[in-house]
């Protein structure tokens, strides 16, 4: 049976984005509502860990921009940085989800 973190990460290479991939595959077991509970938390979390929630800031690169979409081709960033962020923002939620089903 695959995990959820590789649930996550398929959805993510099948279009879409970051917190969708992440929220899409965890929202059915634990609630909608307490997944919204969770985003608060897991942003900070994930913060501390990458230094933004910030699109541009995680990349390196403004995608919106012809040069950024340029360098996020080139650099292979959804591949490489991308794919990860996806995966630690996974452990941080199944982190934060055992102390939140504990109390």
Not at 81 to 100: N, Q, S, T
Request: net charge positive.
């Amino acid at each position: 049976m695959k995990s959820r973190i590789e649930t996550a990460v398929q959805r993510f290479g099948d279009g879409c984005n970051c917190a969708q991939s992440v929220f899409t595959t965890y929202a059915p077991r634990y609630g909608v509502g307490e997944s919204d509970a969770l985003v608060h938390g897991l942003g900070k979390h994930f913060a501390s860990l990458h230094g933004s929630l910030l699109y541009r800031r995680l990349l390196g690169c403004d995608s919106n921009s012809d040069e950024g979409k340029m360098q996020f081709k080139k650099q292979k960033l959804r591949n490489t940085k991308c794919v990860g962020c996806v995966r630690d923002a996974c452990r941080l939620l199944e982190e934060m989800l055992p102390a939140r089903m504990a109390g």
